[in-house]
């Protein structure tokens, strides 16, 4: 059984530049997390995709958008790139959409830096 | 809101030694809550967590919990531990068993002295 991967491993852009991260789910799997972890800080929830459609969303501006594709996979685009996006990007993938009742399985992450 | 305090960013302990990880919550609603582990350069993985019945819960690689209700706490304790714990330990809380989301605190990070 593969487990939660993501890519690219470490990725450099600018400022204003626009940036596409992928993740690929656990077999089996049809939810998609992405989580922002900043420096020193916990993971900050971005949205959530069920079977292709978003089903929950935090805190964060519309230049962060994401797609889950028919066979679960998943992107996180993130437009207008600011100084502040610098961060681990994670990706969770589950079964279902409760948190309460499945466990989610988190990838490595995609180390962000933004120059 | 919920929101989740973690009230130490570094706790050195000895090998061998006992340690407890604090860890406070903040919610209006029934809660779900659990901690993970974060080994450098890796992603987040579930030591255990807590839904209802019981309060002291049991989890992976010897960790345990409290929840506890009217402190609105759920410490993280460890009899013994080892060097292979060194690493970032994160309290977390959701809302109900179908919320989408997990709300993490900002981790405590755990060094073990040999």
């Known amino acids: 059984e593969t487990g939660v991967t993501q890519s690219p491993t470490h990725l450099i852009k600018t400022r204003g530049q626009q940036v596409t991260l992928r993740c690929s789910s656990q077999?089996?799997?049809?939810?998609v997390s992405w989580y922002q972890q900043a420096l020193g800080q916990g993971p900050q929830f971005i949205f959530q995709?069920?079977?292709?459609?978003?089903?929950g969303r935090g805190n964060f501006p519309p230049r962060f958008s994401g797609l889950q594709f028919p066979n679960y996979s998943s992107e996180l685009n993130v437009n207008a790139l600011e100084l502040d996006d610098s961060a681990l990007y994670l990706c969770?993938?589950?079964?279902?959409?409760?948190?309460?009742?499945?466990?989610?399985?988190f990838g490595p992450g995609t180390r962000l830096t933004v120059l | 809101a919920q929101s989740v305090t973690q009230l130490d960013s570094q706790v050195p302990v000895f090998e061998e030694a006992p340690v407890e990880l604090r860890c406070n919550y903040s919610?209006?609603?029934?809660?779900?809550l659990f901690w993970y582990v974060q080994y450098p350069n890796q992603g987040l993985q579930l030591l255990l967590k807590?839904?209802?019945?019981?309060?002291l819960v049991k989890g992976i690689n010897g960790f345990e919990a409290e929840f506890n209700k009217s402190q609105t706490s759920f410490h993280l304790r460890k009899p013994s531990v080892h060097i292979s714990d060194t690493a970032e330990y994160f309290c977390?809380?959701?809302?109900?068993?179908?919320?989408?989301?997990?709300?993490f605190g900002s981790g405590t990070r755990l060094s073990i002295r040999p």
């Open positions: 919610s209006s609603v029934s809660v779900y």
């Open positions: 807590y839904l209802s019945g019981s309060t």
């Open positions: 077999s089996g799997h049809n939810t």
């Open positions: 995709y069920y079977r292709e459609e978003e089903n």
């Open positions: 969770a993938s589950m079964e279902g959409t409760g948190v309460g009742r499945s466990e989610q399985f």
């Open positions: 977390a809380v959701s809302e109900g068993s179908s919320a989408s989301k997990i709300i």
